[in-house]
């Protein structure tokens, strides 16, 4: 290279460099106030421009893949205050869950993989909705009131995130607050397998199992009908009619309840003594799905609520929205505590696998590893951990890791293997029993029995023996109906919990309580009234006076296992048909061990996991 030319390419390198220099300098002073503002904020075009393709080619490199939504996102997220640890964490795609995070590397306890501030959390609180539509407006339409309010704000965020131009939050005005949540609103699902958006044919696999009574499809209709149609129709610039059919739709309306039942979070407001006003101080976010609270969590739930004060960010919305007293009484959830926290959301769970939690601080939330993560593991948040019925009501899929030996054995080393959540994975797939149903489970299912069903089986039981002198069927009735309501008076359950079946485990003592109250004598039901004392609720190893209480019990597990829908479902009879449970007739000497036989027998609680829907949804195994 001549002298004048080699001047002229070194001109040209210094050129580059002192550009990447200013621009890496400007990116920097831009991060640092982000972070000190809660948001980056710049009418600098070149700046905006580089900021964003400079995240996204840091990120796009190491983290997602190069999916342009995330990137969007990633960049968005940057730009508005939020901190990713992209050296430690990637977002990709992971068979049969959608997106989700993994370890780049070797990741130590107390990590943090990134933090957003609680402006960027969406909520009825942070949105500007509520403000653009009046306050006074927002209460007089009821939607204050549940979750109507919240989804409102989500379809409204949806409508313009893709109907209006990408805004990402930077412009001014009503145009720029419309689209605030834009590139985030694009990252969410836009179908969902839960059994809301079943048939009616498919929900019949679910009889029996708690989920067809909470899916409250009916009552988020009338909510739709009743509170938010004739609140978007008053406001055609909020709302312009030509988005109603695209973006107000009754579909619409369960795709963002859908999205906030599987993917919010309680955020609740930090007082000014930096307690948590939600729920008394703890530091760690719950995700809304996992607090096992159906009242407080559904889609349709009607929580008598208003939009909370929020005094934990300097955010002019959330300021304005703060005017609305809250209705809130006691220990219900606000409803402006629920609240889409982006970045978070990706995260997925696993039973006994959560290595990272969400914690908050005044200003910001925080997620931070709470095991040592290894390169290429999976990172986990917690749902709660709930049963396979709850999962699949709000996320669409089921849990299925290997329960502990059904046949005795070594069921104690394998609980432990599951409870400390090790190896999980290689665990459930290359050990015994892998791919076979009956050694795959969610440790969280339980059976619910309600007491009805006790009481149907004792009245159709009712010995000659017990009532010989009591006269009529009238006066026998009369009886039970006295016995039920000392029960209940004294604080009995209405429904029983039969937990993961294990050979050591006992049913539960009030069943059986229950049980030997509704068979006294009458005689003795007296003497336990005037004692204050109902029957005892254990269970003795060859209690031959126990008999006809075993019989009962026998009768109530059978009739509740034959609630089940068999249906559809594709699961060999040779495994699981009754007539193949080893057990002997209840008239035999060790009742307690037919009992036990019937009780950890896997099929009731396998029956909602071995559905086709399971199939369709199930978490990958290998
Ligand atoms: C909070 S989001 C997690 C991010 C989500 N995977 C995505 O693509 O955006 C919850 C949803 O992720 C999926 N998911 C999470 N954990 C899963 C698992 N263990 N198995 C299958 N799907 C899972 C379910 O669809 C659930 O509704």
């Not at 709930?386 to 089921?398: A, I, T």
Request: aromatic content about 8%; charged content about 25%.
């Amino acid at each position: 290279m001549c002298g004048i030319h080699a001047d002229l390419h070194n001109l040209k390198l210094w050129l580059v460099d002192f550009i990447w220099c200013w621009y890496i300098s400007k990116l920097l002073s831009l991060l640092v106030q982000g972070a000190a503002s809660g948001g980056v904020e710049s009418n600098d075009v070149a700046v905006q421009i580089f900021v964003k393709s400079f995240a996204v080619a840091l990120t796009d490199a190491m983290t997602i893949n190069g999916d342009p939504v995330m990137q969007t996102f990633v960049a968005w997220f940057g730009l508005n205050g939020g901190f990713f640890d992209a050296e430690v964490m990637g977002i990709t795609d992971i068979p049969d869950t959608g997106r989700g995070a993994i370890a780049l590397r070797d990741i130590p306890l107390d990590h943090t993989l990134f933090t957003l501030p609680r402006t960027l959390t969406l909520s009825t609180r942070t949105s500007p909705l509520p403000t653009l539509f009046g306050l006074d407006a927002w209460r007089a339409h009821g939607l204050h009131k549940g979750w109507v309010g919240l989804i409102l704000c989500m379809m409204w965020e949806d409508a313009w995130a893709h109907e209006g131009e990408f805004g990402g939050g930077h412009r001014g005005g009503e145009e720029g607050m419309k689209m605030r949540w834009a590139p985030y609103m694009r990252t969410l699902p836009l179908e969902f397998d839960t059994p809301m958006f079943w048939s009616i044919e498919e929900l019949e696999e679910l009889k029996g199992t708690e989920v067809p009574d909470k899916i409250g499809r009916e009552d988020a209709e009338r909510a739709y009908r009743e509170t938010l149609v004739p609140a978007i129709k008053t406001s055609p610039t909020l709302f312009p009619p030509s988005h109603h059919d695209k973006w107000y739709t009754s579909d619409a309306y369960h795709r963002a309840g859908s999205r906030i039942l599987s993917r919010s979070f309680t955020v609740s407001r930090w007082d000014a003594d930096g307690e948590d006003k939600g729920d008394g101080g703890g530091e760690e976010e719950k995700h809304v799905e996992g607090e096992g609270d159906e009242e407080d969590v559904g889609e349709f739930a009607g929580a008598n609520t208003s939009l909370g004060s929020a005094m934990d960010v300097d955010d002019p919305h959330q300021e304005v929205n703060a005017d609305l007293d809250s209705d809130e009484e006691g220990d219900e959830e606000d409803p402006s505590d629920v609240a889409m926290v982006p970045m978070a959301d990706l995260l997925n769970a696993r039973w006994g696998s959560e290595n990272a939690k969400l914690f908050y601080e005044p200003l910001i939330l925080r997620m931070v590893s709470t095991k040592p993560i290894k390169k290429g593991e999976q990172i986990f948040n917690t749902y709660g951990d709930p049963p396979n019925s709850d999962l699949l009501r709000r996320y669409g899929h089921v849990d299925l890791v290997r329960l502990p030996s059904r046949a005795g054995g070594d069921g104690d080393a394998q609980m432990d293997e599951f409870t400390t959540g090790a190896g999980l994975e290689t665990e459930t797939v290359m050990g015994k029993g892998a791919g076979d149903i009956r050694y795959l489970g969610n440790p969280s299912d339980v059976v619910e029995i309600r007491a009805d069903l006790v009481v149907d089986v004792v009245r159709g039981f009712i010995s000659e023996s017990v009532f010989e002198k009591e006269g009529s069927g009238k006066e026998k009735e009369g009886d039970m109906e006295e016995r039920i309501e000392w029960w209940l008076d004294e604080g009995g359950d209405d429904t029983f919990t039969l937990p993961l079946p294990s050979p050591s485990e006992p049913l539960p003592p009030p069943l059986i309580s229950l049980t030997r109250l509704l068979l006294l004598p009458a005689p003795d039901f007296r003497s336990a009234r005037e004692k204050g004392k109902p029957p005892k609720g254990k269970l003795k190893r060859g209690d031959t006076g126990s008999t006809e209480m075993l019989k009962v019990l026998d009768e109530v597990l059978m009739r509740r296992e034959g609630m089940y829908a068999g249906g559809s479902v594709e699961v060999s009879s040779a495994q699981f048909c009754r007539s193949c449970i080893p057990r002997t007739s209840s008239a035999d000497v060790d009742s307690y061990g037919i009992l036990t036989t019937i009780y950890t027998h896997p099929y009731i609680h396998l029956r909602l996991a071995s559905s086709p829907h399971h199939q369709r949804c199930a978490p990958t195994l290998t």
